[in-house]
T-cell receptor
Framework: EAGVAQSPRYKIIEKRQSVAFWCNPI?????LYWYQQILGQGPKLLIQ????????DSQLPKDRFSAERLKGVDSTLKIQPAKLEDSAVYLC????????????FGAGTRLSVL | AQRVTQPEKLLSVFKGAPVELKCNYS??????LFWYVQYSRQRLQLLLR??SRESIKGFTADLNKGETSFHLKKPFAQEEDSAMYYC???????????FGPGTRLSVLP
């Protein structure tokens, strides 16, 4: 079974620039999560999708972050404009609808904002 | 709001010694608790969850609602157990996931 795919693996941008991350979940997984993991901290949930609907986006900084999951499959997370404090690893995870709590994680995208 | 704490950033034990990674949580409802592990250069992965009540790689964890704890234990640590361990919590509906800050376990030869 193919795992969760994320791209790019690394991204370096300057503050105030825009950036987008892409995630392709495991086939058949209805639930998709985006996390932000700042160095030395645990992952922090940004947004959770069920198919193409948003279940939880309470911790998403909506003034600069946006995410979409068109057609209920792959997803993109965008930051516009980026701030220095957005430097982190952005993790995508997916889970089956029936056993939704077993999350399978991607390798992550490491973002450095200079 | 839910919160997960892991008091130790780093825990070092010798091979063959018992290990206990502490996790405490705060949540007003009935939580679901998990332990996730990240080995060097690998992805974050589920180790075990309390509803399964199973032992994975010799690790067990018991949910203590009175003490609001979900400590991870293994009687005899192995060098391959060296990794970053995260305790996590969600609602019973699989929402509002919260991860703790993590504990790095180092098993010395």
């Amino acid at each position: 079974e193919a795992g969760v795919a994320q791209s790019p693996r690394y991204k370096i941008i300057e503050k105030r620039q825009s950036v987008a991350f892409w995630c392709n979940p495991i086939s058949g997984h209805a639930t998709l999560y985006w996390y932000q993991q700042i160095l030395g901290q645990g992952p922090k949930l940004l947004i959770q999708f069920q198919n193409n609907g948003v279940v939880d986006d309470s911790q998403l900084p909506k003034d600069r972050f946006s995410a979409e999951r068109l057609k209920g499959v792959d997803s993109t997370l965008k930051i516009q404009p980026a701030k220095l404090e957005d430097s982190a690893v952005y993790l995508c995870a997916s889970s089956q609808l029936a056993v939704k709590n077993i999350q399978y994680f991607g390798a992550g995208t490491r973002l450095s904002v200079l | 709001a839910q919160r997960v704490t892991q008091p130790e950033k780093l825990l070092s034990v010798f091979k063959g010694a018992p290990v206990e990674l502490k996790c405490n949580y705060s949540y007003s409802g009935s939580p679901e608790l998990f332990w996730y592990v990240q080995y060097s250069r690998q992805r974050l992965q589920l180790l075990l969850r309390h509803i399964s009540r199973e032992s994975i790689k010799g690790f067990t964890a018991d949910l203590n609602k009175g003490e609001t704890s979900f400590h991870l234990k293994k009687p005899f640590a192995q060098e391959e157990d060296s990794a970053m361990y995260y305790c996590a919590l969600s609602t019973i509906y699989g929402q509002n996931f919260v991860f703790g800050p993590g504990t790095r376990l180092s098993v010395l030869p």
